[in-house]
């Protein structure tokens, strides 16, 4: 049951973030990367989120490869649907501002 639980949270998460343009990196893992490829876009938008009191972290050169740089999002089971739907408002507000989506 746990799993299924994960495995739908995680569906929701990246079929929403996918939807409104993000680049999520990997699959049905709960470690959700949102591809930036620039540092500091990474780290402003990181700070952004942690300002809508989604907490999130920006990883860039030499945690991961330059140009590859990164949001990472971790997905729980125990994440309910408004939780989900709470972080997609956050970063469509928070990626809007910084230009990554339209």
Do not use: W
């Not at 470690?31 to 999130?56: F, H, K, N, T, W």
Request: with cysteine; hydrophobic share 45%.
């Amino acid at each position: 049951m746990f799993l299924i639980g994960l495995f739908a949270v995680l569906s929701r998460f990246r079929s929403q973030m996918t939807a409104a343009g993000f680049s999520i990196g990997g699959m049905d893992h709960p470690i959700c990367p949102v591809m930036l490829g620039d540092a500091r876009l990474a780290s402003a938008m990181a700070e952004d989120m942690l300002q809508r009191g989604i907490y999130v972290i920006g990883f860039s050169f030499p945690v991961v490869p330059k140009g590859k740089a990164r949001i990472r999002v971790q997905i729980s089971a125990s994440h309910s649907d408004q939780d989900i739907n709470r972080c997609v408002r956050a970063f469509l507000e928070v990626g809007r501002k910084h230009g990554v989506i339209p």
